[in-house]
């Protein structure tokens, strides 16, 4: 079974400049979220899907950060425009059904430097 | 808000020491408790679980019980290997059933030493 596809793996940006980061789930799951992780931190929610929907945004700062899932499977999540604080690693992950305490299965993540 | 509490790394140990890393949550009523783990270069992915007060998870040797009583879900291992350097995450899933996504602490460091 093919895991989290995540591209680019890095991404060097100037600030003020944009990124678009690309996830494919794994095939069947219901549930996409995609967290930020800075170094030395454990990785924070930004926003859950459940199939096109958002179930939560609440910690996506919406005046740079958007993403979309828009026929439910894949997922892009886009920085307009890049702060130095947004050095990152952006992680996302999938899971069967956002309403169960199943797994989440986590891609391998884009490493975002933002000079 | 929930959150999760880990000890700080980096955590250096010789093959075959007992592990111990804590772990204390905060969040409201009976949430799910998760260890997840990152070797080098890898992404993330699930150790063990416990989904109610009482239960133990285990895999790989390493086993966390769930006290409600003292909000703690500690990870331990009775004899390291190097294979297990890695960084070690404890996370929560909160009751609201339509969220189930994962509150992370901020991670701890394990190198196992020869």
């Known amino acids: 079974e093919a895991g989290v596809a995540q591209s680019p793996r890095y991404k060097i940006i100037e600030k003020r400049q944009s990124v678009a980061f690309w996830c494919n789930p794994i095939?069947?799951?219901?549930?996409l979220y995609w967290y930020q992780q800075i170094l030395g931190q454990g990785p924070k929610l930004l926003i859950q899907f459940q199939n096109n929907g958002v179930v939560d945004d609440s910690q996506l700062p919406k005046d740079r950060f958007s993403a979309e899932r828009l026929k439910g499977v894949d997922s892009t999540l886009k920085i307009q425009p890049a702060k130095l604080e947004d050095s990152a690693v952006y992680l996302c992950?999938?899971?069967?059904?956002?309403?169960?305490?199943?797994?989440?299965?986590f891609g391998e993540g884009s490493r975002l430097t933002v000079l | 808000g929930d959150s999760v509490t880990q000890m700080e790394g980096p955590v250096t140990l010789s093959e075959e020491a007992f592990l111990t890393i804590n772990c204390t949550y905060t969040?409201?009523?009976?949430?799910?408790l998760f260890w997840y783990v990152q070797y080098p270069g890898e992404g993330l992915q699930l150790l063990l679980k416990?989904?109610?007060?009482?239960d133990k998870g285990s895999n790989k040797g390493f086993e966390a019980t769930y006290r409600k009583e003292t909000t703690s879900f500690h990870l331990e291992k009775g004899s390291v290997q190097v294979s297990d350097s890695a960084v070690y995450f404890c996370?929560?899933?909160?009751?609201?059933?339509?969220?189930?996504?994962?509150?992370f602490g901020s991670g701890t460091r394990l190198q196992v030493q020869p």
């Open positions: 996370a929560l899933s909160g009751m609201d059933t339509g969220r189930r996504a994962l509150t």
């Open positions: 992950a999938s899971s069967l059904s956002g309403r169960s305490t199943g797994e989440l299965f």
């Open positions: 416990a989904t109610k007060a009482d």
């Open positions: 969040a409201t009523g009976y949430p799910s």
């Open positions: 095939s069947g799951h219901a549930t």
